[in-house]
């Protein structure tokens, strides 16, 4: 049971009713097993991130991730978390905190549906979002045709009623 988290400051939060800092070392993250004892505060947005070289490496992205949601007006202090496909704790700790969720997933067909169908529809849409970089346009060109042809006949009819979101739909169309 369980997800793994990590952040690149420290971040004060209590598992069991004591105080445990998240901040790994570089390189690596912490495994939360009672996910339903840990709390974070507030005022911090937990960042969900599928890719696990991503994931492990947040330190390297810091400036990347603090720039995004500053122009966005979102909390700067963000507790990131990974999700394993075969568990649902992940998603029921999200939806047992009152905390923003952002989804920094694969900008392909399948990843946008993880985000709708795994996160979003339980969440909520006032609570959640998918990351969309400024050059996401830019960053789509050098992307995989095969993989979009391997995703196309099961995700074709994929749609957002988020117009950021259906924007980056079309876009990957």
């Known amino acids: 049971p369980g997800f793994p988290v990590n ?7 209590s598992l069991g009713g004591k105080e445990i800092t998240i901040h790994p070392l570089e390189g690596s993250f912490q495994y939360i097993c009672l996910w339903e004892e840990f709390k974070i505060p507030t005022d911090v ?5 599928e890719n696990m070289e991503n ?29 394993y496909p075969q568990s649902t704790d992940l998603r029921n700790w999200l939806c047992s905190i009152p905390n923003y969720y952002l989804h920094f997933g694969d900008f392909d067909l399948a990843g946008i549906n993880i985000f709708l169908t795994e996160f979003r529809q339980y969440i909520g849409k006032d609570r959640t979002s998918f990351l969309i970089p400024d050059d996401i346009a830019l960053r789509l060109k050098t992307g995989s045709g095969q993989r979009y042809d391997t995703q196309y006949e099961r995700f074709k009819s ?15 169309h």
């Open 55 to 83: 994931f492990r490496w947040i330190r390297r992205q810091r400036q990347f991730f603090q720039n995004y949601l500053q122009q966005r007006g979102l909390p700067t202090k963000a507790i990131f978390v990974s999700r």
């Open 45 to 49: 947005i937990v960042i969900g991130i």
């Open 158 to 172: 994929l749609s957002s009623d988020d117009n950021d979101l259906q924007k980056l739909i079309n876009l990957i």
């Open 7 to 13: 952040s690149y400051e420290d971040i004060v939060c």
